[in-house]
């Protein structure tokens, strides 16, 4: 079972369980502060995904570490100890956070530029972004100098790329033609 596919399950369950308690909201700041920990400390992301550190170990030390977390959110620590599954447990946060946004009609739109993004640019991009969605949009800015200008959008499965960089690429096969 791929790592992904085991993480949404999770993922599910967490949110399931989470509505059920009254606690969606609170389980999602959980899963932020989660996934915003372990992406920035990179000593906490290789002690969950050392094999040869035991699972006990690992559990005590996730609690302690985040000793405010909610009921459910210890109990998804209690889940991965007993299904020995804590290397996923970043991934698990972040699919939290995505079902967690489409259940309340939210979506993040990916939007690829060479620089950071300007008001005018980000305008643009709204723009845009209302011909492929109606529901309430979250802009994610994720800055990459290899598309030269432009930008690459990105909404779920659906892209629009508006780099330099693709327009060259087109360029390039039209004369080759």
Known sequence: MSGTRAAI???KA??????????AQD???????????????EELN?????PTIGVGVKEAA????????????????????ENKRFEILADIASQYKIQFDEMNGLEVA?????????SALEAKVSEKIKEFSDKKITIQN??????????ILRIGDKQ????????LQVLKREFSN
């Open 14 to 23: 967490i949110l399931d369980l989470a509505l059920t308690n009254g606690a």
């Open 110 to 118: 990916k939007v690829t530029t060479a620089i950071p993004m300007d």
């Open 9 to 11: 399950r999770y993922a």
């Open 142 to 151: 994720i800055v990459d100098p290899s598309i030269i200008g432009g930008f």
């Open 27 to 41: 389980v999602y700041n959980d899963m932020t502060s989660i996934a915003s920990t372990v992406a920035d400390n």
């Open 160 to 167: 629009y790329n508006a780099s330099i960089a693709n327009r």
């Open 46 to 50: 290789t002690f969950i995904q050392n």
């Open 62 to 81: 996730l609690t302690e570490v985040f000793a405010n977390v909610n009921g459910v959110t210890k109990g998804l620590f209690h889940l991965l100890f």
